[in-house]
């Protein structure tokens, strides 16, 4: 499972510790579907049936699944015409 994420920022954010209050955790977004980047807003939720093997497309709101296709990066989906019965074998 893997999306597609457009960013357009140009450099980095820089992120001061000392503007966070000590007393709770501060979650950084890593789906690439929240609103408040870099910071986490829960919009990883509707990432959660995607399946291994397959590349995700989503709106611009992050709310729908546009598209779908085999993601060549991965190993191939189990059940697609030529895909191997087998998950693929362990990175050294």
């Known amino acids: 499972m893997a999306r597609l994420v457009r ?9 001061n510790p000392a503007d966070f209050p000590q ?7 890593r789906c690439g579907l929240s609103k408040n980047m870099p910071f986490c807003d829960g919009g990883h939720k509707i ?11 989503y709106d ?9 296709l085999a993601d060549p990066g991965c ?5 697609t015409p ?3 019965a087998s998950p693929p074998p362990a990175a050294p």
């Open 7 to 15: 960013l357009e920022a140009t450099g980095p954010l820089k992120i």
């Open 75 to 79: 190993c191939p989906v189990v059940g």
């Open 60 to 68: 611009n709101a992050g709310a729908a699944v546009t598209s779908t």
């Open 47 to 57: 990432s959660r049936s995607e399946l291994p093997g397959v590349l995700y497309t």
């Open 82 to 84: 030529g895909a191997a």
């Open 23 to 29: 007393d709770k955790p501060v979650f950084l977004c």
